[in-house]
């Protein structure tokens, strides 16, 4: 069964940049019909899709936050990463992972890694 | 884009049936088949419950059923358990460069 885990610093300062990594395991990375993404909620919040990246390395993101993310997937790790440039308190958040599939970037998203807290703060 | 609708909570006793909804517009719930479902229970990872408005994924009980009228979609539970207890959050395709939203969560309370 695959298991996704994110993993990454829980406090970053204002105007660095967030990175994490997700781990998977239990399956393969490579498999053409998945894409692999990010969600995130902030504290009290719903939910927003940050974006994904398929097996080709073609990249899907969220126009409002398209000017500062990068997800990149290392075949050989078997894992996928997030980058978050210039953050502020307004990206604090519980990051989740997902494998996602169908058309547009992946329309959903199973399975979910149980998320990490990434609070931005001086 | 704006976040899709849903009531911030719902209830019921056990062996009872509850609907939550998820109100978009014609331009992400109304407009693509792509509504999903997804159950929370804080602390643990989320789970896919339903996809592209009616699929169940393998595993989830067929208590739990999704539909489509216009520009609202609606998750119905049936048959409630104590471990239906949890957050649901609904999500679209939205267009506008592979935009996906989500709902802002409904508190399920099994009474």
């Known amino acids: 069964q695959l298991q996704l885990q994110e993993s990454g610093p829980g406090l970053v300062k204002p105007s660095e940049t967030l990175s994490l990594t997700c781990s998977v395991s239990g399956g393969s990375i490579t498999i053409s019909r998945y894409l692999w993404g990010w969600i995130r909620q902030p504290p009290g919040k719903g939910l927003q899709w940050i974006g994904s990246?398929?097996?080709?390395?073609?990249?899907y993101y969220n126009p409002s936050l398209k000017s500062r993310i990068t997800i990149s997937v290392d075949k050989s790790k078997i894992q996928f990463s997030l980058n978050l440039s210039s953050v502020t308190a307004a990206d604090t958040a519980v990051y989740f992972c997902v494998r996602s599939y169908g058309d547009y970037g992946g329309v959903w998203f199973d399975p979910w890694g149980q998320g990490t807290l990434v609070t931005v703060s001086a | 884009q704006s976040a899709l609708t849903q009531p911030p909570s719902a209830s019921g006793s056990p062996g009872q049936s509850v609907t939550i909804s998820c109100t978009g517009t014609s331009s992400d719930v109304g407009g693509y088949n792509y509504v999903s479902w997804y159950q929370h229970h804080p602390g643990k990872a989320p789970k896919l419950m339903i996809y592209e408005v009616s699929k169940r994924p393998s595993g989830v009980p067929d208590r739990f059923s999704g539909s489509k009228s216009g520009n609202t979609a609606s998750l119905t539970v049936s048959g409630l358990q104590a471990e239906d207890e949890a957050d649901y959050y609904c999500?679209?395709?939205?267009?506008?460069?592979?935009?996906?939203?989500f709902g802002g969560g409904t508190k399920l309370t099994v009474l």
């Open positions: 990246i398929s097996h080709s390395g073609s990249t």
């Open positions: 999500s679209s395709y939205a267009g506008n460069n592979n935009l996906k939203i």
